[in-house]
């Protein structure tokens, strides 16, 4: 007997006329990344509103950036929190290093910022990345 996977798969597809307008901006060889990196921050956290900047989406928390996206050297680059840190994502392996990265950045905030103890379970570090 076969299993399928009933796992929703994040929508690839644009949802809003920022998101059309930057896509369109944007090399079209980046776009398959670019698409994906948006579906999965599109449901990271309630409280993380996104605001579309000249340089490219931005998530924020309140008070402070959670990371962005913007366009370096035909590439696309992920920033985790005022530009300090930054992830080429240029495969699936940069995609989910920059994703790990951003999430432990949201759930250290939730913490109050202490490092000392694991922030995710292996059971939601899965799901998060499904």
Known sequence: MTTRS???KPALRPSTPDEVSWLASIPSTSH???RCVLARLRRIDSEVVVDWTPRGPAWNLPG???????L???VIE?????YDR??????????????DEVLGELLRERAGGREDEPLLSAEELEAFRA
Request: glycine share 14%.
């Open 86 to 99: 930054r992830v080429p994502l240029r495969s699936q392996d940069g995609i989910e290093r920059f994703l």
């Open 72 to 74: 370096g050297d035909g």
């Open 32 to 34: 398959e990344h670019a």
């Open 6 to 8: 009933h796992a929703r």
């Open 78 to 82: 992920g920033h985790i929190g005022d």
């Open 64 to 70: 402070r950036m959670l990371c962005a996206l913007t």
